[in-house]
């Protein structure tokens, strides 16, 4: 079974730092199908990074995306205080259609 | 701006059947992939069903043969039609408009379907 292992549950840091939200696939994937989202409380999931390392419109850019074979990293430079919520890795195939990661909440310290 | 309206949704009974609605606007819903996806109180997302452009659909394993999805031109409106309710599709169900990559591009609002007796 192809899964998403989004790490670590819970990140707990302060405004200004910098966050590294990891996201692992069980097998290899073209960076070109993950993309990641922000959840905020009692909203929908918003589109943040596709293909993996591009910004959707109107994402600041203290959001980056890489990968570096089946490790994903979603990083925030300066975390603002709305930043401070849910981010979800996805991944989509013809076979597979779509994968979530269970998610990273980001938490102020 | 495109965006998506949903209704629908609520209370219903175990066995029951419940039919939820995504309106589109800016853009067609029977020129772009749709999809729904859900997501259980306090849980994370689950994909449930997708309508590709050329309308070829697809479900998540534990919806096939319960749920069905469609789109109406006329009304430029998603649906999803979900039948033999079980409790634990009880969630907030999300319709989205989806790039042929496979990103969510756009959301609906959300719906809270909460299946119990």
Redesign the interface.
Known sequence: EFVLTQSPGTLSLSPGERASLSCRASESIAG??L?W?QQRPG?????LM??ATSR?IGIPDRFSGSESGTDFTLTISRLEPEDFVVY?C????ASR???????TKLEIK | EAQLVQSGGGLVQPGGSQRLSCAASEFTVTGNHMTWVRQAPGKGLEWVSITSAGGLTDYEDSVKGRFSISRDSSKNTLYLHMNSLRPDDTAVYFCARASPRGWLLIWGQGSLVIVSS
């Not at chain 1, 909203?43 to 589109?47: H, I, K, V």
């Not at chain 1, 996805?90 to 195939?93: F, T, V």
């Not at chain 1, 259609?97 to 998610?103: H, I």
């Open positions: 070109s199908t993309a989202y909203q929908a999931p918003r589109l596709y293909a959707a979800y996805q991944h989509y195939d259609k779509y994968t979530f990661g269970q998610g």
